[in-house]
């Protein structure tokens, strides 16, 4: 897993409630990724992040935020959480190769009722 | 937008068979083509990437075939086992770090023994 580590790995919440969910590397990479996972639509990109406080919006970032204030944390919040984000969301790191290869930590199953 | 189209969905194959999944891209810019293994409850897993610089690489029983004109690409698994059954996703991004990876909606591959 790269050392990387996502908690929790299961979390059941209501609609309306905020979320935070967490990503620790062990490696000090720079560059963290927060996807979601979904049938049918393989992985999207919610959020990334270059650098302490350095992060920027990806592919489908409406009603998340991130927070990044250490290199080994990347926090991934939901401010108001809604069915729609039921989701399994993996966080992933670049290695050092120089290509953009990531490598992904476990995952959190989220569940919004 | 989906920028990689992944086929087929799901693939049933023999054990000792050969498992090809294929993808198509639309954005030429792409020059990093990453193939991902992702077991039940697990996040992917990096199996085999190429550039293309190259038309061909080779990793054990996992072979990707690259054509940039057409702009496809596939993973050829070679000799299938069952513990190969998993879901495979393809992938595309510019190949360096930092960047975000466009994926395929994903194939559940079932070896059967």
């Known amino acids: 897993d790269a050392g990387i580590t996502q908690s929790p790995r299961h979390k059941v919440t209501e609609t309306g409630t905020p979320v935070t969910l967490r990503c620790h590397q062990t490696?000090?990479?720079?560059?963290m990724y927060w996807y979601r996972q979904d049938p049918g639509h393989g992985l999207r990109l919610i959020h990334y992040?270059?650098?302490?406080?350095?992060?920027d919006k990806g592919e489908v970032s409406d009603g998340y935020s991130v927070s990044r204030s250490k290199t080994e944390d990347f926090l991934l919040t939901l401010e108001s959480a809604t069915s729609s984000q039921t989701s399994v969301y993996f966080c992933?790191?670049?290695?050092?190769?120089?290509?953009?290869?990531?490598?992904f930590g476990p995952g959190t199953r989220l569940t919004v009722l | 937008q989906q920028q990689v189209k992944q086929s087929p969905q799901s693939l049933i194959v023999q054990k000792g068979g050969i498992s090809i999944i294929n993808c198509a891209y639309e954005n030429t810019a792409f020059d990093y083509f990453p193939w991902y293994q992702q077991f039940p409850g697990k996040g992917p897993a990096l199996l085999i990437a190429i550039r293309p610089d190259v038309s061909e690489k080779k990793e054990g029983r996992f072979t990707i075939s690259f054509n940039k004109s057409a702009k496809q690409f596939s993973l050829h698994i070679m000799d299938s086992q069952p513990g190969d059954s998993a879901t495979y996703f393809c992938?595309?991004?510019?190949?360096?770090?930092?960047?975000?990876?466009?994926f395929g909606g994903g194939t559940r591959l079932m070896v059967k023994p």
């Open positions: 992933a790191i670049t290695g050092t190769s120089g290509y953009n290869e990531q490598f």
């Open positions: 992938a595309a991004s510019m190949g360096n770090a930092g960047n975000m990876l466009t």
């Open positions: 992040s270059y650098g302490v406080k350095d992060t």
């Open positions: 490696e000090n990479h720079r560059y």
